[in-house]
């Protein structure tokens, strides 16, 4: 471990780096998705939303193999197979004339994704501890934003001079770059002498650990539920501003401008999380996060939609509220966690994806006219998450008092 703890730039755009290749799997996409819709003779529109839920899936379920396996052989070397089958997995995506089998392909993709990404965040703990780890992934994160500020707009770029498949070919390229880059530059954070010895109890012992913190549960709960509303937004944002506001040219700019907001609110919180604490900031963005939404569902009970300058208004509000958010939960998550990170990460996130995608899947269903149930899905799961932070608040006054 760096006990110096201090910045390193390069360290910070290469985790960045691996965490973006995700994010343009993604968001890339989005303008694409009737495109692919319609290649694919996909008839009901709603089913579009698959292509981005269905790498989630894989995300959640990819980190359950590969981090105890990197526990155990090092960092490195499970990044690299991961990204092998990211590669065969986008293979499988552009050759397809079947919407069945591209599903398979995106949850392949998901699966060899979930290295790069959760690894990105094992290597973290490896180098850092407490609030300044806090910092370092909030800073990471704010690197991570700049991808789906331009994603959009390059995917609508290749859309207007090539295809869809151009967007796959550009992933796999630009996944390359970052993987030479990753083998030449960066070194295993994982000593063998700190690797967990491989046996087929890995995994279940894994679990029996991670089970004993139980505020490694309850920031995972948060964040399954923070990322499910959220993941709501991201597969029928395309649906939203193209469908119902008829804004399919600004669609890029507009989930670029959210983007944004995001990204501003993570570098705020890289500059404030060590002094104030990544509980105290997380635990008021919850607060935030709570108030916009109800505040929504309130005015605009009726389902009709507002102005979209009032809708991107609320939306970057809770974007903002989020920006605090994403960072801090995976760092308490993490934080007790330091002797297992691969397998602590992993089954972070495959717990905080598998209750995600359900949550996007079935709020997603309803966001056919209008806005609001997806405002509804946010007040919902604010307050759930709202609700576990209070519960960690009380069992530590009890504990203090005793």
């Given at each position: 471990?760096?006990?110096?703890?201090?910045?390193?730039?390069?360290?910070?755009?290469?985790?960045?780096?691996?965490?973006?290749?995700?994010?343009?799997?993604?968001?890339a996409?989005?303008?694409?998705?009737p495109?692919i819709?319609?290649?694919l003779?996909?008839?009901n529109?709603?089913?579009?939303?698959?292509?981005?839920?269905?790498?989630?899936?894989g995300l959640?379920?990819?980190?359950?193999i590969?981090?105890?396996?990197?526990?155990?052989?090092?960092?490195?070397?499970?990044?690299f197979?991961?990204?092998?089958?990211?590669?065969?997995?986008?293979i499988?995506c552009v050759?397809?004339?079947?919407?069945?089998?591209?599903?398979?392909?995106r949850?392949?993709?998901?699966?060899?994704?979930?290295?790069?990404?959760?690894?990105s965040?094992?290597m973290?703990?490896d180098?850092?501890?407490g609030?300044?780890?806090?910092?370092?992934?909030?800073?990471?994160?704010m690197?991570?934003?700049?991808?789906?500020?331009?994603?959009p707009?390059?995917?609508?770029?290749?859309?207007?001079?090539?295809?869809?498949?151009?967007i796959?070919y550009?992933?796999?390229?630009?996944?390359?770059?970052?993987?030479?880059?990753?083998?030449?530059?960066?070194?295993?954070?994982?000593?063998?002498?700190?690797?967990?010895?491989?046996?087929?109890?890995?995994?279940?012992?894994?679990?029996?650990?991670?089970?004993?913190?139980?505020?490694?549960?309850?920031?995972t709960?948060?964040?399954g539920?923070?990322?499910?509303?959220?993941?709501?937004?991201?597969?029928?944002s395309?649906?939203?501003?193209?469908?119902?506001?008829?804004?399919a040219?600004?669609?890029p700019?507009?989930?670029?401008?959210?983007?944004?907001?995001?990204?501003?609110?993570?570098?705020?919180?890289?500059?404030?999380?060590?002094?104030f604490?990544?509980?105290?900031?997380?635990?008021?963005?919850t607060?935030?996060?709570?108030?916009?939404?109800i505040?929504?569902?309130?005015?605009?009970w009726?389902?009709?939609?507002p102005?979209?300058y009032?809708?991107?208004?609320f939306?970057?509000?809770?974007?903002?509220?989020?920006?605090?958010?994403?960072?801090?939960l995976?760092?308490?998550?993490?934080q007790?966690?330091?002797?297992?990170?691969?397998?602590?990460?992993?089954?972070?996130?495959?717990?905080?994806?598998?209750?995600?995608v359900?949550?996007?899947?079935?709020?997603?269903?309803?966001?056919?006219?209008?806005?609001?149930p997806l405002?509804?899905?946010?007040?919902?799961?604010?307050?759930?998450?709202?609700?576990?932070?209070?519960f960690?608040?009380?069992q530590?006054?009890?504990?203090s008092?005793?």
């Amino acid at each position: 471990m760096q006990k110096e703890q201090t910045f390193k730039f390069e360290f910070v755009a290469l985790m960045a780096s691996l965490m973006s290749i995700v994010a343009l799997s993604i968001d890339a996409l989005l303008p694409a998705l009737p495109d692919i819709g319609t290649s694919l003779n996909i008839t009901n529109p709603s089913d579009n939303q698959l292509l981005v839920t269905m790498i989630f899936l894989g995300l959640g379920f990819g980190q359950l193999i590969f981090g105890p396996l990197s526990d155990s052989f090092g960092r490195k070397p499970i990044v690299f197979i991961g990204f092998l089958v990211f590669i065969i997995a986008s293979i499988v995506c552009v050759t397809t004339t079947s919407f069945e089998v591209m599903l398979v392909g995106r949850v392949l993709q998901g699966i060899g994704l979930s290295s790069p990404r959760s690894l990105s965040i094992s290597m973290v703990r490896d180098s850092y501890s407490g609030d300044y780890m806090a910092k370092i992934v909030s800073i990471v994160v704010m690197f991570f934003i700049l991808i789906p500020v331009i994603a959009p707009t390059l995917g609508t770029f290749f859309l207007y001079f090539f295809n869809w498949e151009a967007i796959f070919y550009f992933n796999l390229v630009f996944g390359v770059i970052i993987m030479f880059w990753f083998w030449k530059r960066q070194p295993e954070t994982l000593p063998k002498e700190k690797r967990i010895k491989f046996s087929t109890d890995l995994f279940a012992n894994g679990i029996t650990e991670f089970f004993k913190y139980p505020e490694a549960i309850a920031y995972t709960l948060i964040s399954g539920f923070i990322t499910g509303s959220f993941m709501v937004y991201l597969s029928t944002s395309q649906q939203i501003f193209e469908s119902q506001y008829q804004l399919a040219e600004m669609f890029p700019y507009i989930f670029a401008s959210l983007a944004i907001s995001i990204g501003l609110a993570t570098y705020l919180n890289s500059t404030l999380v060590v002094k104030f604490g990544m509980m105290r900031i997380g635990y008021i963005a919850t607060i935030a996060y709570c108030i916009i939404s109800i505040l929504y569902v309130i005015i605009f009970w009726s389902g009709n939609n507002p102005s979209i300058y009032v809708l991107v208004g609320f939306f970057a509000m809770q974007f903002f509220a989020v920006g605090f958010l994403f960072g801090n939960l995976r760092a308490l998550a993490m934080q007790p966690l330091g002797h297992i990170a691969g397998i602590g990460a992993a089954i972070n996130g495959f717990i905080s994806t598998v209750l995600a995608v359900p949550i996007a899947n079935y709020i997603g269903g309803f966001v056919e006219t209008s806005v609001l149930p997806l405002f509804i899905g946010f007040s919902v799961f604010g307050i759930l998450s709202l609700l576990v932070f209070l519960f960690l608040i009380s069992q530590k006054r009890m504990v203090s008092l005793a």
